[in-house]
């Protein structure tokens, strides 16, 4: 069987052992030099890495606005709030007044059936009356809807907190997304030419097929590892979406908020978070609650005035009347109502009192998170990373002195990658619990931060 000879003898023909000429085998040093420059191609680390921006890119604070300004829920708690201000405004008025008109002793049998003016007792009636409520009442039904207002419009700020936070968290998520597709997509070009490389020193001789085989699951492992990024970005992209509306599939850009610098360093502030002041409006609404069921025993009275028109040369009468309910057992209906509206007074200042306990811990919760994100970074930073691309140099060296294998290499490059993609993985936990911790209170409360602290 005639010996086949290399492409550049013959194109036409697979690569294997030349021996038309020497000079035509390469040595063992050139494949080395090629793997070894494969595996060290210069890559972008992931920390750096800024994404492009495209048509339908978008910025932090630009998403944080149009998410707010384009919220369908806020728009609805608007309109909530307007129906309360509209009920407020008349909380302070009297019923309205009662006219009533009628026919008095008209007779329906004899000879002056049906006729109003054959009998002195007929008499037909108009009559108006009006129901006095006293000030003490009205001043509780004007307080209550106050606290009603208050209690709206601090759910909306509750609202825009949850708002702002929920598109923070979906720009980081799309944004550490794009980062690593970035990544990915720069070790798998490197991993394809170790492959070539790999294909090409076997065919020379000087590797083995276990050797490509090797070299080909490196990038079948990025593969893999970029169709789980992929669907997580696609995930992100989706919630993103939702919550800025307008933007199909919107790329994150620029514009980058200071996770890694700051984070609000104590508790001051808790009780100005929203959802507090929303609940001491539920208590200032019990409150005017307990005075209306106070007031009951002291209820609303009725006058009322008539004139009555009787036929012939009859009189007609003029009549005037109070109406006043007599609460005779209070011990049963009103005392009751008042013990009702106590006992949700206190249901109200102890449920602050755990709201305000529970905002303390989560944020005490996240900062050590947060801190120990940082601490994470600090160590990959100056210590695992530094470390990992000393082996794979190391490793590299030796690979070339011929003293250990493709293998040793490749399991010191991909330590290497996946240190770096862990640095990812952190970066972007720190930067969620950045997000849960800037948006506890919405943007542009004066009580945000107190006080900042500095990474150092």
Same mark, same amino acid.
């Given at each position: 069987?005639a010996d086949?000879?290399?492409?550049?003898?013959?194109?036409?023909?697979?690569?294997?052992?030349?021996?038309?000429?020497?000079g035509?085998?390469?040595?063992?040093k050139?494949?080395?030099t090629?793997?070894?420059?494969?595996l060290?191609a210069?890559?972008?680390?992931?920390?750096?890495?800024?994404?492009?921006a495209?048509?339908?890119?978008?910025?932090?604070?630009?998403?944080?606005?149009?998410?707010v300004?384009?919220?369908?829920?806020?728009?609805a708690?608007g309109?909530?709030i307007r @129906?309360?201000q509209?009920?407020?405004?008349s909380?302070g008025?009297w019923?309205?007044?009662?006219?009533?008109a009628?026919?008095d002793n008209?007779?329906v049998?004899?000879?002056?059936?049906?006729r109003?003016?054959a009998?002195?007792?007929?008499?037909?009636?108009?009559?108006i009356?009006?129901?006095?409520t006293?000030?003490?009442?009205?001043?509780?039904r004007? !307080?209550?809807?106050d606290?009603?207002i208050q209690?709206?419009?601090q759910?909306?700020?509750?609202?825009?907190a949850a708002?702002q !936070?929920e598109?923070?968290?979906a720009?980081?998520?799309?944004f550490?997304?794009?980062?690593?597709?970035r990544?990915? @997509?720069?070790q798998? @070009?490197e991993a394809t030419?170790?492959?070539?490389?790999a294909?090409a020193?076997?065919?020379?001789?000087?590797? +083995?097929?276990?050797?490509?085989?090797l070299?080909?699951?490196?990038? *079948?492992?990025?593969?893999?590892r970029?169709?789980?990024?992929?669907?997580q970005g696609?995930?992100?992209q989706?919630?993103?979406?939702?919550?800025?509306?307008r933007?199909?599939?919107?790329?994150?850009?620029?514009?980058?908020p *200071?996770w890694? /610098?700051?984070?609000?360093?104590?508790?001051?502030?808790?009780?100005l978070?929203?959802a507090?002041?929303?609940l001491d409006?539920?208590i200032a609404?019990?409150?005017?609650?307990?005075?209306l *069921?106070?007031?009951?025993k002291?209820?609303?009275w009725?006058?009322e005035?008539?004139?009555?028109?009787r036929?012939?040369?009859?009189?007609?009468?003029f009549?005037i009347?109070?109406s006043?309910?007599l609460p005779?057992?209070?011990?049963?209906?009103?005392?009751l109502?008042?013990?009702? !509206?106590?006992a949700?007074?206190d249901?109200?200042?102890a449920?602050?009192?755990e709201?305000?306990r529970s905002?303390?811990?989560e944020?005490q919760?996240?900062?050590?998170?947060w801190?120990?994100?940082r601490?994470r970074l600090?160590?990959l930073?100056?210590?695992?990373?530094?470390l990992a691309?000393e082996r794979?140099? *190391? +490793?590299l060296?030796?690979?070339?002195s011929g003293t250990?294998?493709?293998?040793s290499?490749v399991d010191a490059?991909?330590?290497?990658i996946?240190?770096?993609?862990?640095?990812?993985?952190i970066?972007?936990?720190?930067a969620r619990?950045?997000a849960q911790?800037?948006?506890?209170l919405?943007?542009g409360s004066?009580?945000?931060y /107190?006080? /900042?602290?500095?990474?150092k």
């Amino acid at each position: 069987m005639a010996d086949h000879v290399c492409a550049r003898c013959k194109p036409e023909l697979p690569r294997t052992h030349c021996k038309a000429s020497v000079g035509h085998r390469p040595s063992w040093k050139l494949w080395q030099t090629a793997v070894a420059f494969t595996l060290l191609a210069p890559w972008q680390t992931p920390a750096s890495a800024e994404p492009g921006a495209s048509t339908n890119s978008i910025e932090f604070a630009q998403a944080l606005q149009i998410a707010v300004e384009n919220s369908p829920q806020l728009q609805a708690q608007g309109h909530s709030i307007r @129906a309360v201000q509209a009920m407020r405004q008349s909380a302070g008025e009297w019923p309205d007044p009662v006219l009533r008109a009628g026919v008095d002793n008209l007779p329906v049998s004899g000879n002056d059936r049906g006729r109003l003016t054959a009998d002195t007792m007929t008499m037909r009636r108009i009559a108006i009356s009006q129901e006095i409520t006293g000030s003490e009442k009205l001043d509780a039904r004007r !307080r209550r809807l106050d606290g009603e207002i208050q209690r709206e419009h601090q759910n909306r700020r509750v609202q825009i907190a949850a708002l702002q !936070r929920e598109t923070a968290l979906a720009w980081i998520d799309t944004f550490f997304s794009d980062q690593q597709r970035r990544v990915l @997509a720069t070790q798998r @070009a490197e991993a394809t030419l170790a492959v070539d490389a790999a294909i090409a020193a076997y065919r020379a001789g000087r590797n +083995t097929q276990a050797d490509v085989a090797l070299a080909q699951s490196a990038v *079948a492992t990025i593969d893999d590892r970029a169709i789980q990024v992929d669907r997580q970005g696609q995930v992100a992209q989706a919630q993103l979406a939702r919550w800025i509306g307008r933007m199909a599939n919107p790329e994150t850009r620029g514009g980058l908020p *200071a996770w890694a /610098t700051s984070v609000p360093a104590d508790d001051q502030g808790v009780e100005l978070h929203p959802a507090v002041l929303a609940l001491d409006a539920q208590i200032a609404t019990a409150l005017a609650d307990r005075d209306l *069921a106070s007031a009951a025993k002291r209820p609303d009275w009725t006058w009322e005035i008539s004139l009555g028109q009787r036929g012939g040369d009859k009189a007609n009468l003029f009549s005037i009347a109070v109406s006043i309910p007599l609460p005779v057992a209070t011990s049963r209906r009103q005392d009751l109502d008042i013990a009702a !509206r106590v006992a949700q007074i206190d249901q109200w200042v102890a449920q602050r009192a755990e709201l305000i306990r529970s905002h303390i811990a989560e944020r005490q919760t996240l900062r050590a998170e947060w801190s120990s994100h940082r601490d994470r970074l600090r160590l990959l930073d100056n210590r695992l990373l530094p470390l990992a691309r000393e082996r794979t140099t *190391a +490793t590299l060296n030796s690979y070339r002195s011929g003293t250990v294998s493709l293998v040793s290499v490749v399991d010191a490059r991909r330590n290497e990658i996946d240190i770096a993609m862990q640095r990812l993985d952190i970066e972007r936990e720190q930067a969620r619990t950045w997000a849960q911790l800037r948006y506890l209170l919405p943007d542009g409360s004066a009580s945000q931060y /107190t006080n /900042t602290e500095r990474a150092k």
